[in-house]
């Protein structure tokens, strides 16, 4: 089966600029969730999404990330403005539900200069 | 924060069993084990996991201590394609805001020729 796409795979971008991440999740999967990795350290949850309603975004850095589901399949997470501690992988994930096991994309790496 | 404590290496020689440890002594009881790994430049992979019984699968086994306050990933015959890092999460059975993945700095296990 297709696993969870994510593009691009690389961007490097200079501080104060956007950017956009972009994720297909397995078909059929309700649950879809964005994680932030940097580097040395394991991936934080920024924000889960079920179907297109948000389950917890509490750590989601409200004040210059956003992202939606708009019709409970692809989503997107946006950076404006990028500061340069926001470097790292975004990695998007989903399952069948909330309970079941995630299965991640490769990640999107981010350089912001 | 993560409910775990793990070595943050180990080494391992291709071909032997790879014991891989974890202490969560405050877990609870509706609280599982979950074993997830990472390959450089991927996103985690699950494994398998676990909540009082011994469970075994394709990828490995996972040994849960009578108290559960400690668990070892088993991989029986280690090849070089194991290397990775290997985290080890509690996760409650459903719901409440702990119910999210959390993952912490987990082990790095380098399997050598």
């Known amino acids: 089966e297709a696993g969870v796409a994510q593009s691009p795979r690389y961007k490097i971008i200079e501080k104060r600029q956007s950017v956009a991440f972009w994720c297909n999740p397995i078909s059929g999967h309700a649950t879809l969730y964005w994680y932030q990795q940097i580097l040395g350290q394991g991936p934080k949850l920024l924000i889960q999404f079920q179907n297109n309603g948000v389950v917890d975004d509490s750590q989601l850095p409200k004040d210059r990330f956003s992202a939606e589901r708009l019709k409970g399949v692809d989503s997107t997470l946006k950076i404006q403005p990028a500061k340069l501690e926001d470097s790292a992988v975004y990695l998007c994930?989903?399952?069948?539900?909330?309970?079941?096991?995630?299965?991640f994309g490769s990640g999107t790496q981010l350089s912001v200069l | 924060d993560a409910k775990t404590t793990q070595p943050p290496s180990m080494d391992c020689a291709e071909g032997r069993a790879a014991n891989l440890p974890c202490n969560h002594s405050?877990?609870?009881?509706?609280?599982?084990v979950y074993w997830y790994r990472q390959i450089h430049s991927q996103g985690p992979q699950y494994i398998i996991h676990?909540?009082?019984n011994n469970e075994t699968n394709e990828m490995a086994s996972l040994i849960i201590t009578e108290d559960r306050k400690s668990s070892t990933l088993i991989l029986p015959h280690a090849t070089l394609r194991d290397t990775a890092v290997y985290y080890c999460?509690?996760?409650?059975?459903?719901?409440?805001?702990?119910?999210?993945?959390?993952f912490g700095k987990g082990t790095l296990l380098t399997v050598n020729p």
């Open positions: 676990g909540l009082k």
């Open positions: 999460i509690v996760r409650p059975l459903s719901g409440g805001s702990n119910y999210k993945l959390t």
């Open positions: 405050t877990i609870s009881g509706n609280e599982y």
């Open positions: 994930a989903s399952s069948f539900g909330t309970d079941e096991k995630l299965f």
